[in-house]
T-cell receptor, first 114, second 114 residues
Framework: EPEVTQTPSHQVTQMGQEVILRCVPISNHLYFYWYRQILGQKVEFLVSFYNNEISEKSEIFDDQFSVERPDGSNFTLKIRSTKLEDSAMYFC????????????FGSGTRLTVV | QKEVEQDPGPLSVPEGAIVSLNCTYSNSAFQYFMWYRQYSRKGPELLMYTYSSGNKEDGRFTAQVDKSSKYISLFIRDSQPSDSATYLCAMSPLLGFGNEKLTFGTGTRLTIIP
């Protein structure tokens, strides 16, 4: 079964450092997403991406965040200057976008900011 | 009022029992309703999705949507220990047109006791 692949599975970074979280969505999917889940809290939408541009973003997704699809397979989330409160599980997801299917989520990257 | 409310549990039931999981919501624009299963430190896995009101059955799982009451349910028949996980409801106003943001409930932690 096709999978969304995320790397690394766990990243530890110092406060103020830049991090890039990487995702390989399912190959025929057209819509890509980042969500995050702070420990013990609900899964929260960050951003959706379609046709090489952001289609929607949440209040969480401020100027410190950016997304990119640098080639035909990867989808990245960059946090420019990490804060302690950015510590969370970050999930990439993709969908075919035809309204008939839910997302497929990756297994997540656990980001720990120290 | 929160947009999506879900009893976090925990909920423990004996093996073989019927499990009922529920969410309520306040946003009448929600049209698509999904149930995800999440194992510890893994990404959400889509179980069921439904559009608008009605029932949908898939094996041991039945999803119900009552838009008039803004209430959705997931029933698990003949529950198994492998069903032990956190169950997340998720909703979206529209899918497939670049507006696929999902709003999640907090999740209900379910344990099936052998």
């Amino acid at each position: 079964e096709p999978e969304v692949t995320q790397t690394p599975s766990h990243q530890v970074t110092q406060m103020g450092q830049e991090v890039i979280l990487r995702c390989v969505p399912i190959s025929n999917h057209l819509y890509f997403y980042w969500y995050r889940q702070i420990l013990g809290q609900k899964v929260e939408f960050l951003v959706s991406f379609y046709n090489n541009e952001i289609s929607e973003k949440s209040e969480i997704f401020d100027d410190q965040f950016s997304v990119e699809r640098p080639d035909g397979s990867n989808f990245t989330l960059k946090i420019r200057s990490t804060k302690l409160e950015d510590s969370a599980m970050y999930f990439c997801a993709s969908s075919e976008g035809r309204g008939d299917y839910g997302y497929t989520f990756g297994s997540g990257t656990r980001l720990t900011v120290v | 009022q929160k947009e999506v409310e879900q009893d976090p549990g925990p909920l423990s039931v004996p093996e073989g029992a019927i499990v009922s999981l529920n969410c309520t919501y306040s946003n009448s624009a929600f049209q698509y309703f999904m149930w995800y299963r999440q194992y510890s430190r893994k990404g959400p896995e889509l179980l069921m999705y439904t559009y608008s009101s009605g029932n949908k059955e898939d094996g041991r799982f039945t999803a119900q949507v009552d838009k008039s009451s803004k209430y959705i349910s997931l029933f698990i028949r003949d529950s198994q220990p492998s069903d032990s996980a956190t169950y997340l409801c998720a909703m979206s106003p529209l899918l497939g047109f670049g507006n696929e943001k999902l709003t999640f409930g907090t999740g209900t932690r379910l344990t099936i006791i052998p």
